[in-house]
Nanobody, 115 residues
Framework: QVQLVESGGGLVQPGGSLRVSCAAS????????MDWYRQAPGKQRELVAA???????KYQDSVKGRFTISRDNAKNTVYLQMNSVEPEDTAVYYC?????????WGQGTQVTVSS
């Protein structure tokens, strides 16, 4: 079965950097687009960044120029590099993919931006 496992979250100071990772199994990873979503307390889950099978990317306006999504097909892993983080980036970050069988989510990793 498809499994997505996030890692790398934690506490980071405003202006700092953090990288979260998502390891996928149970799918031919290179054949699927991958996304990062986030959900802050009391808010709806929102798309942060997406990467296609060709490596094309798109970002939520609030993270453009600060976050970078990338993928390593040899490692079945997608990354989200977060730079110049702000308190508003505090959220649980989720990895997501959509296959013909449906949508799959990881368990999430907490990112807290605070001094």
């Amino acid at each position: 079965q498809v499994q997505l496992v996030e890692s790398g979250g934690g506490l980071v100071q405003p202006g700092g950097s953090l990288r979260v990772s998502c390891a996928a199994s149970g799918i031919i990873f290179s054949g699927y687009a991958m996304d990062w979503y986030r959900q802050a307390p009391g808010k709806q889950r929102e798309l942060v960044a997406a990467i296609g099978t060709s490596g094309s990317t798109k970002y939520q306006d609030s993270v453009k120029g600060r976050f970078t999504i990338s993928r390593d097909n040899a490692k079945n892993t997608v990354y989200l590099q977060m730079n110049s983080v702000e308190p508003e980036d505090t959220a649980v970050y989720y990895c997501h993919t959509r296959t013909l069988a449906g949508d799959y989510w990881g368990q999430g990793t907490q990112v807290t931006v605070s001094s």
